[in-house]
């Protein structure tokens, strides 16, 4: 979950005042010019979304029927399921930065070997390097080489590597846009904003094309505020249901359980996001607001801060972080100097 980027992040600050303009306007809070092409456009969409809303309370896990309340049950099977995969997916190789961290180590024992006037050590080393990489295959050593240029993030052209990654859309390369991420300066603004956006544009892969599709049908209608909302709800509910081990679309469920104000159904998903995908700041960030909205500032302080420690570049999270801990400083002065007084 996360807050301060478009489209890519569900949930940015611009995407939801859009999102709640939508909403208004089909609410009839917005004032448009009328026509009747107009009018008939707007009653099939409102006939379209009850449908759609009808069809998915009939086939999700809707509980309580009133107005206003959705509640869903507690997935114990779920929660098992996502522990499952995250324990797989610990155990499972990144070829591509497996060879790239070795290869950085390989490059400081062939400097030190040099250094310490040992050519044969460091011809050895050399060749060694070389036979690695020709065992890569095509698709790894892409990889590799996409990763090795975004060691240096403050170059000229991190921008275009950053759209060569997405086109490329290799999950491996995570890693590489983490550690990126973190030590981009900040006078390179625009290189930040696009390893940023890579990052969650190859959180959104699946692994499979027809998960992917549905994960944006969610986000379109979650873009519809308030009626989508349930809608989208489902739509996650169903990748999670048939991918438990895809982060995202419980990152996104937990976005739209947010919207719908169910902080604690949320942070829940939040949890599982944060199973699968532990450096997901999006997750921490997004559990920071859910305790925000639930009043518990020291919860809400402790998941702003681990948020900054993946991305320390998240201003708004940065602004929350201050803000919190102010107050809670001068609250806990108050409570000293009230247990001081006779």
């Known amino acids: ?148 240029r975004l060691r240096e993030p403050n170059a000229e052209d991190t921008e275009v590597i950053c759209a060569d990654v997405v086109q490329l859309g290799d999950r491996r390369l995570v890693p590489a846009l983490l550690r990126a991420l973190c030590v981009v300066s900040d006078e390179h603004e625009s290189a930040a904003q696009a390893i940023e956006h890579a990052l969650w544009m190859l959180w959104q892969k699946s692994g499979n094309s027809h998960y992917d599709a549905r994960l944006l049908d969610g986000i379109r209608a979650m873009s519809i505020v308030p009626d989508g909302l349930p809608m989208a709800r489902d739509i996650f509910s169903e990748i999670m249901e048939a991918k438990p081990d895809f982060a995202e679309a419980h990152n996104k469920r937990a976005t739209a359980l947010y919207l719908m104000q169910l902080y604690d159904l949320s942070i829940k998903d939040c949890d599982n996001v944060l199973k699968l995908n532990p450096q997901h700041f999006g997750a921490h960030s997004g559990k920071g607001l859910c305790y925000l909205a639930l009043h518990q500032y020291q919860n809400a302080l402790d998941s702003f801060e681990a948020a900054l420690r993946i991305n320390p570049r998240m201003v708004h999270v940065r602004r929350y972080r201050e803000s919190l801990k102010t107050m809670i400083d001068r609250v806990e002065s108050k409570r000293l100097q009230g247990g001081d007084s006779p």
């Open 1 to 148: 979950m996360h807050l301060s980027r478009p489209l890519f992040a569900s949930h940015g600050a611009r995407v939801a005042r859009r999102a709640e303009n939508r909403g208004n306007a089909i609410a009839g809070r917005a004032r448009p010019v009328s026509t009747p092409a107009a009018n008939e456009t707007a009653r099939a969409r409102r006939a379209a979304v009850t449908r759609a809303l009808r069809d998915a309370e009939t086939n999700a896990g809707v509980r309580d029927r009133r107005p206003g309340l959705v509640v869903i049950e507690e997935d114990g099977r779920m929660r098992e399921r996502v522990e499952d995969a995250a324990r797989r997916l610990a155990r499972e190789a990144n070829a591509v930065d497996e060879h790239v961290l070795n290869e950085e180590l390989a490059e400081r024992r062939i400097a030190c070997a040099v250094e310490q006037d040992d050519f044969e050590s460091a011809q050895n080393l050399v060749e060694e390097r070389k036979r690695k990489e020709q065992e890569l295959s095509p698709s790894t050593a892409l990889a590799v080489a996409l990763a090795r």
